[in-house]
Antibody
Framework: QVQLVQSGGEVKKPGASVKVSCRAS????????ISWLRQAPGQGLEWMGW????????KYAERLQGRVTMTTDTSTTTAYMELRSLTSDDTAVYYC???????????WGQGTLVTVSS | EIEVTQSPGSLSLSPGERATLSCRAS???????LAWYQHKSGQAPRLLIY???SRAAGIADRFSGNGSGTDFTLTISRLEPEDFAVYYC??????FGQGTRLEIK
């Protein structure tokens, strides 16, 4: 069965970076892209970007350009999302999700809470 | 950039009642790229509807979607207690509405 398992919660200081992993299983990893989304406290879902299985196609949300990097490791079927120069506004639950050809997300990771606090 | 507006922002109904949630796009979109998700606190979102009207695997048939162009609707025909959650529509994989919170009356 398809599973996406994310790394554990993180607490970071302002200005630091965080890297969240998303290990995929139960399907051919390179046949699907992975999107990353987040939900800040009391807010809705925000799409952060998308990376293809081979990392040869990537698209980031404009407002995060320059601060976010998404990659994949096909040998471990794991996707990564790194966010730099963290501020308190980046405090959120971060999700990875498998992307289908018509852009909907059919399987999701369990979520990773990233807290940015001094 | 497409703007997505969901209405109402919250909806208070009783189990057994019918819920109708609206999603409007700022410009016409292909219905192929319109999806709906259910999100419960502490859980990952769950895909309900894709292609505007197709139910995802394992989704009960009380959930239905329709619409075209700029206006789309998610209908829950008879609310069950487990249906009370936040619902999001999504367009082209990147644009989300702000959500409709469905609460028990």
């Amino acid at each position: 069965q398809v599973q996406l398992v994310q790394s554990g919660g993180e607490v970071k200081k302002p200005g630091a970076s965080v890297k969240v992993s998303c290990r995929a299983s139960g399907y051919t990893f390179t046949s699907y892209g992975i999107s990353w989304l987040r939900q800040a406290p009391g807010q809705g879902l925000e799409w952060m970007g998308w990376v293809s299985g081979y990392s040869d196609h990537i698209k980031y949300a404009e407002r995060l350009q320059g601060r976010v990097t998404m990659t994949t490791d096909t040998s471990t079927t794991t996707a990564y999302m790194e966010l730099r120069s963290l501020t308190s506004d980046d405090t959120a639950v971060y999700y990875c999700a498998r992307v289908l050809s018509t852009y909907e997300f059919d399987f999701w990771g369990q979520g990773t809470l990233v807290t940015v606090s001094s | 950039e497409i703007e997505v507006t969901q209405s109402p922002g919250s909806l208070s109904l009783s189990p057994g009642e019918r819920a109708t949630l609206s999603c409007r796009a700022s410009q016409s979109i292909s219905s192929r790229y319109l999806a709906w998700y259910q999100h419960k606190s502490g859980q990952a979102p769950r895909l309900l509807i894709y292609g505007a009207s197709s139910r995802a695997a394992g989704i009960a048939d009380r959930f239905s979607g329709n619409g075209s162009g700029t206006d789309f609707t998610l209908t829950i025909s008879r609310l069950e207690p487990e249906d009370f959650a936040v619902y999001y529509c999504q367009q082209y994989g990147t644009f989300f509405g702000q959500g409709t919170r469905l609460e028990i009356k």
